[in-house]
């Protein structure tokens, strides 16, 4: 069965260090997101991206904050200069039409 | 807007006793709405969905949920816990845009299955 894999599974970097976090949808979605959930609260909508472009983006989603599909494949998201705040777990999600959404493991990042 | 509420932040149950865990929805649209189950260290699995057909919506592992229109509820059953089960579960409405569906989850419910 297709899943949507997210790598690495754990990311430490230092404050101020940008990180990449990546993502394989399943193939042939048109439709990919990403979420978060900081320990100990709930999931919240980080970004939808359909058709190359941001579709829809939460006030958490600011300026250092970016996402690409470089090739057809992968689904990134940037955070161009981390603060410890950034700490969370980092879900992607994609969907084939836009009633549905398929999760990732989730990436841990953890900011020292 | 769109929000959701879990009512129980914790239930407790025995193997082989009926499932209930609680959840109210607020949305300006019809809503579609979405049980998702996560298991420790694990992503989040999709269990059931409500998209405005039948109000009783049957999901995987023997989950259904029904939508109350009148009641602003969609909560989750299954007759017979098992172990397996235990977990924590999240509540979600969708809110359509041009491009997408943000989806709001709600503050999640840990079950635990006891023998």
């Known amino acids: 069965e297709p899943e949507v894999t997210q790598t690495p599974s754990h990311q430490v970097t230092q404050m101020g260090q940008e990180v990449i976090l990546r993502c394989v949808p399943i193939?042939?979605?048109?439709?990919f997101y990403w979420y978060r959930q900081i320990l100990g609260q709930k999931v919240e909508f980080l970004v939808s991206f359909y058709n190359n472009e941001i579709s829809e983006k939460s006030e958490i989603f600011d300026d250092q904050f970016s996402v690409e599909r470089p090739d057809g494949s992968n689904f990134t998201l940037k955070i161009r200069s981390t603060k410890l705040e950034d700490s969370a777990m980092y879900f992607c999600?994609?969907?084939?039409?836009?009633?549905?959404?398929?999760f990732g493991p989730g990436t841990r990042l953890t900011v020292l | 807007a769109q929000s959701v509420t879990q009512l129980d932040s914790h239930v407790s149950v025995s193997e082989g006793t009926p499932v209930l865990l609680r959840c109210n929805y607020s949305?300006?649209?019809?809503?579609?709405l979405f049980w998702y189950v996560q298991h420790p260290n694990k992503g989040l699995q999709l269990l059931l969905k409500y998209t405005s057909a039948a109000t009783l919506v049957k999901g995987i592992n023997g989950f259904e949920a029904e939508f109350k229109k009148s009641e602003t509820s969609f909560h989750l059953t299954k007759p017979s816990a098992h172990m397996s089960d235990a977990a924590e579960y999240f509540c979600v409405v969708s809110g359509i845009t041009g491009g997408g569906n943000k989806l709001t989850f709600g503050t999640g419910t840990q079950l635990k299955v006891e023998l």
């Open positions: 999600a994609s969907g084939g039409d836009y009633n549905e959404q398929f």
């Open positions: 193939s042939n979605h048109l439709y």
């Open positions: 949305s300006s649209y019809s809503p579609s």
